[in-house]
């Protein structure tokens, strides 16, 4: 399967607790993106990498929040002292020019 | 502000029939299109995409119809299936620097295909 991966696909964890997850996208793709999808909405744009350069950070952002893509192959999106409004699905995507190519996710639970 | 606003927020359809989901935008400089299907507990698949110099689009029972004038786009699936039953987002874009095409999503339509 040569599409993009993401794991977990799910993670509990305590309030105040740090997660770290791990995107792998498509190998010839640059361009890397990570979005946060609460329950009945879109996904929302939460940061970009062009190789290893993280280029946009959204204000959704929260000094919390830390992505990095070390090499530019995969990226990890970790969340520091997590809080109950955090609890979402993660989803990360690669493109290599317009169209954007979707992970399955990472569901988190903040309890 | 909801850059990119979806409608209707769910739709039932009988198996054979046209579905048919519409989202309008607000920003001019939006210029491509995608629209993206999501099962439950899956990411969003790419189903197909337009940009605005191009009225229709059309791939398999899948076609977007396009009003620049009026900015609006809308999706139409032909002979719906229940294998269709889904959740679909509209979504938009425009060049943003360094290469950054990020996506604005709209809400999402729960569409649901009966037998």
Known sequence: DTGVSQDPRHKITKRGQNVTFRCDPISEHNRLYWYRQTLGQGPEFLTYFQNEAQLEKSRLLSDRFSAERPKGSFSTLEIQRTEQGDSAMYLCASSPGRDQYFGPGTRLLVL | ?115
């Open chain 2, 1 to 115: 502000q909801q850059q990119v606003k979806q409608s209707p927020q769910s739709l039932i359809v009988q198996k054979g029939g046209i579905s048919i989901i519409n989202c309008a935008y607000e920003n001019t400089a939006f210029d491509y299109f995608p629209w993206y299907q999501q099962f439950p507990g899956k990411g969003p698949a790419l189903l197909i995409a337009i940009r605005p110099d191009v009225s229709e689009k059309k791939e398999g029972r899948f076609t977007i119809s396009f009003n620049k004038s009026a900015k609006q786009f809308s999706l139409h699936i032909m002979d719906s299936q229940p294998g269709d039953s889904a959740t679909y987002f509209c979504a938009a874009s425009t060049y943003s620097g360094g290469s950054n095409y990020k996506l604005t999503f709209g809400k999402g339509t729960l569409l649901t295909v009966n037998p």
